[in-house]
């Protein structure tokens, strides 16, 4: 008799950009991730907030964030190479306690675009 074998499938891990306006509006512009004149990386985290405050909170960032860009898949990100995946450290009067890893590499965005 035939034995009934399960595959468990694999969930897909997808990550995420908090930014302000100028920043996204360039991201929206160029239609990439990548970082400015001046940074040496850029930070994606797992965690995906829907409150500004929230990003800020547990990414202790020094800014409140009004766009999130993702979600970007694992396999369309490349290696972190500046910071692997770590737990954010209080930093910017914010606890901190998210996650979040940085890559010096180009992040090329397939799903973004302006509607009208």
């Known amino acids: 008799m035939a034995q009934a074998v399960m595959v468990k499938k694999a969930q897909a891990i997808f990550y995420f950009r908090y930014a302000d306006a100028i920043e996204a509006g360039l991201i929206m512009l160029e239609r990439r991730i990548a970082p400015g004149p001046g940074q040496t990386c850029k930070f994606f985290t797992p965690?995906?907030?829907?409150?500004?405050?929230?990003?800020?909170?547990?990414?202790?960032l020094s800014y409140l964030?009004?766009?999130?860009?993702?979600?970007?898949?694992?396999?369309?990100?490349?290696?972190?190479?500046?910071?692997p995946?770590?737990?954010?450290?209080p930093a910017n009067g914010q606890p901190g306690g998210g996650q979040e890893a940085a890559t010096s590499e180009t992040v090329y965005l397939f799903n973004c675009s302006r509607l009208t």
């Open 47 to 60: 965690n995906r907030f829907d409150k500004a405050t929230d990003a800020q909170r547990y990414l202790a």
């Open 65 to 83: 964030p009004q766009y999130r860009i993702g979600p970007i898949r694992e396999d369309e990100v490349p290696d972190f190479d500046r910071v």
């Open 85 to 89: 995946l770590r737990f954010v450290s």
